[in-house]
């Protein structure tokens, strides 16, 4: 406790002498810089006004991608523009992070994020699809197949959240010690998150040429969208208790990928997931760190592909 509290005040120090603490960015604003010409807009039953992209042929075999923790839909860029050509792909931002807008007293949790990927792939017309999802994404995909397995061709969990481990990794970004503790959050509520970001950044992407001041600018600017720090650091709510078990019932077609060098999940939370999840195959980067799709773009969209192409040959 006491070196969370010292980490929080070294944070709030240097914020504060970086003159961190920064205001909200109005929707308009973000919406001129980030949003492009797929970009649509959709207000989901919750009240949430959701960003989402869908390209390719509407009668194509539909892939839905969920991003990580604190990301957005740009972080599937390099598989929606491999697969557009032949798939429908579905890309979207959550709520709480994006070009999204969450009602004032929005609550995320698992079962919200299930919920809004359902209630946008059936507004969609979208009745079966291969979910994929990286980082905490994976953790509402994996959700998603336990919830609804009867909408799922597919299941695809790329550096995966949610593994019931008890083991805690020392070594990930410095937000998720911040956000593990009350007095970070409150901290977090309310700083420009540049002086975590960058750093945080580096431990994912695993390749400094690969954050650059352009990517920074992205996550820092769409985290201070109106509501999204509230969001982001208030406390999930309770769901029902997971363990190594939970995964047996998923009979979905899962193919799992990871990057060995994660630094923000340990690679050896992935493996178990293959494991534990009947059938399911496993694809390993040895120089990926936690966001293949990004660091190596062709050749894990390569590798995705091919599982697809193996669902259809089923």
């Known amino acids: 406790m006491r070196n969370i509290f010292r980490l929080a005040s070294v944070v709030l120090a240097s914020a504060w002498l970086a003159g961190c603490l920064a205001p909200d960015i109005p929707y308009p604003q973000l919406e001129a810089k980030y949003a492009n010409s797929a970009s649509q807009y959709l207000t989901l039953p919750s009240g949430v006004r959701m960003h989402y992209r869908d390209e390719g042929p509407r009668g194509a075999p539909a892939v839905v991608l969920v991003h990580g923790f604190a990301a957005s839909l740009h972080a599937w860029e390099p598989w929606a523009q491999s697969l557009k050509g032949d798939y429908r792909v579905v890309t979207l931002d959550l709520p709480g992070h994006g070009l999204t807008q969450a009602p004032a ?48 061709d597919g299941l695809v969990l790329v550096n995966a959240a949610g593994w019931p ?7 990930g970004p410095a937000v998720f010690k911040l956000l593990a503790n009350p007095a970070g959050r409150v901290l977090l509520r309310n700083l420009d998150p540049r002086p975590l970001a960058a750093r945080g950044l580096e431990q994912a992407y695993q390749d400094e040429a690969l954050v650059t001041p352009a990517l920074v600018d992205r996550y820092v600017e769409l985290a201070r969208a109106p509501g999204h720090r509230a969001i982001l650091t208030r406390r999930a709510g309770g769901g029902a208790p997971v363990t190594p078990e939970t995964f047996a019932a998923i009979r979905t077609p899962t193919l799992v990928m990871v990057g060995l060098k994660d630094q923000v999940i340990p690679a050896a939370q992935s493996r178990a997931f293959a494991s534990a999840i009947p059938g399911a195959q496993l694809i390993t980067y040895p120089e990926g760190g936690h966001v293949p799709m990004e660091q190596m773009p062709e050749e894990s969209a390569r590798d995705l592909r091919a599982f697809l192409q193996g669902l259809a040959a089923r």
């Not at 481990?165 to 070594?171: D, I, T, V």
């Open 105 to 152: 007293d929005y609550r995320s949790s698992a079962a919200a994020n299930v919920a809004a990927v359902d209630e946008l792939t059936r507004r969609l017309g979208v009745e079966r699809f291969v979910l994929a999802g990286n980082s905490m994404g994976g953790a509402v995909a994996w959700s998603y197949a336990l919830a609804h397995p009867e909408r799922l």
């Open 165 to 171: 481990s008890a083991a805690r990794s020392e070594g």
